[in-house]
C-alpha cells in the first residue's frame, strides 16, 4: 500500500511540474493555482489506483456472517449438549422408578398376606394356650374354625388381587393350562380328551396362568379281544 502511496505522489510531482513548465511557456495561469489543483486533482483522481484504506464492504460482510454462524453453532451445541444431560437425567429416573416397581410391586399383596400370617399365628397360639390336655375334641374344633377363617381370608386376598385357582374338571385337555400327569379310562359322564381328576391346583393371575394344574386325562378304554 505504501508503495503504491509513493508511486501515485511521484506521478503527480512530474505532472505538476510539466504543467508549470508549460504554463510559464505559453502564459498559463500558475501551475499551483486552484484551478490546476483541481484539474491535476480530477486526472489523478481518475487514472490513478485508489488507495487501500482497509477490507471492502463484501469482506466485512462475510466476516460479520461468519461470527453469526459461530454463535449460531455455539448455541445448538449448548442446546445440544442440554437435551442429552436431560435424557441422560430421565432414563435414569425411569430406570430407578423400573427397579421399585421391582421391588415394592407386590407390596400390597404382601401386606394383605401379612393378615393371614396374623390369623395363623393367633389360631396357633389359642390352640396351645386354652387347650386342656387330653380334649382332643375341642382341640379339633379349634384348628377346623381356625383354618376356615384362613381359607377365607386367603380367597379374600387372591380375589382382589386377580389370583384365581383354576377348576378344570370337566374340561377339555389344554396344554397351555394342563400339566399331564396320566391317563385314565373314561367313566360315566366324563368324555374322553377332558380332565378326570385334579392331582395339584393351577392359578392365573389376570387371566394369565401362572402355574398348570397337574390332572389326569381321560381317554377311551380299550376293548379286550
Given at each position: 500500500?505504501?508503495?503504491?502511496?509513493?508511486?501515485?505522489?511521484?506521478?503527480?510531482?512530474?505532472?505538476?511540474?510539466?504543467?508549470?513548465?508549460?504554463?510559464?511557456?505559453?502564459?498559463?495561469?500558475?501551475?499551483?493555482?486552484?484551478?490546476?489543483?483541481?484539474?491535476?486533482?480530477?486526472?489523478?483522481?481518475?487514472?490513478?489506483?485508489?488507495?487501500?484504506?482497509?477490507?471492502?464492504?463484501?469482506?466485512?460482510?462475510?466476516?460479520?456472517?461468519?461470527?453469526?454462524?459461530?454463535?449460531?453453532?455455539?448455541?445448538?451445541?449448548?442446546?445440544?449438549?442440554?437435551?442429552?444431560?436431560?435424557?441422560?437425567?430421565?432414563?435414569?429416573?425411569?430406570?430407578?422408578?423400573?427397579?421399585?416397581?421391582?421391588?415394592?410391586?407386590?407390596?400390597?399383596?404382601?401386606?394383605?398376606?401379612?393378615?393371614?400370617?396374623?390369623?395363623?399365628?393367633?389360631?396357633?397360639?389359642?390352640?396351645?394356650?386354652?387347650?386342656?390336655?387330653?380334649?382332643?375334641?375341642?382341640t379339633l374344633e379349634k384348628i377346623f374354625r381356625g383354618?376356615?377363617?384362613?381359607?377365607?381370608?386367603?380367597?379374600?386376598?387372591?380375589?382382589?388381587?386377580?389370583?384365581?385357582?383354576?377348576?378344570?374338571?370337566?374340561?377339555?385337555?389344554?396344554?397351555?393350562?394342563?400339566?399331564?400327569?396320566?391317563?385314565?379310562?373314561?367313566?360315566?359322564?366324563?368324555?374322553?380328551?377332558?380332565?378326570?381328576?385334579?392331582?395339584?391346583?393351577?392359578?392365573?393371575?389376570?387371566?394369565?396362568?401362572?402355574?398348570?394344574?397337574?390332572?389326569?386325562?381321560?381317554?377311551?378304554?380299550?376293548?379286550?379281544?
Amino acid at each position: 500500500m505504501a508503495a503504491r502511496s509513493v508511486w501515485a505522489v511521484r506521478r503527480l510531482v512530474q505532472r505538476l511540474l510539466a504543467s508549470s513548465a508549460a504554463s510559464e511557456g505559453r502564459g498559463w495561469p500558475h501551475p499551483f493555482s486552484t484551478a490546476t489543483q483541481r484539474t491535476a486533482g480530477e486526472a489523478c483522481s481518475s487514472e490513478d489506483p485508489p488507495d487501500e484504506l482497509g477490507p471492502s464492504l463484501a469482506e466485512r460482510a462475510l466476516k460479520l456472517k461468519a461470527v453469526k454462524l459461530e454463535k449460531e453453532v455455539q448455541d445448538l451445541t449448548m442446546g445440544y449438549q442440554r437435551a442429552v444431560a436431560d435424557g441422560e437425567n430421565i432414563r435414569r429416573r425411569t430406570q430407578r422408578c423400573v427397579e421399585d416397581a421391582k421391588i415394592f410391586g407386590i407390596q400390597s399383596f404382601c401386606k394383605d398376606l401379612v393378615e393371614v400370617a396374623d390369623i395363623l399365628e393367633k389360631t396357633t397360639e389359642y390352640i396351645s394356650e386354652e387347650t386342656e390336655p387330653g380334649d382332643q375334641k375341642l382341640t379339633l374344633e379349634k384348628i377346623f374354625r381356625g383354618l376356615s377363617l384362613l381359607e377365607a381370608k386367603l380367597k379374600s386376598v387372591f380375589a382382589k388381587h386377580g389370583l384365581e385357582k383354576m377348576t378344570p374338571i370337566g374340561d377339555k385337555y389344554d396344554p397351555h393350562e394342563h400339566e399331564l400327569i396320566c391317563h385314565v379310562p373314561a367313566g360315566v359322564g366324563v368324555q374322553p380328551g377332558t380332565v378326570a381328576l385334579v392331582r395339584q391346583d393351577g392359578y392365573k393371575l389376570h387371566g394369565r396362568t401362572i402355574r398348570l394344574a397337574r390332572v389326569e386325562v381321560a381317554v377311551e378304554s380299550q376293548r379286550r379281544l
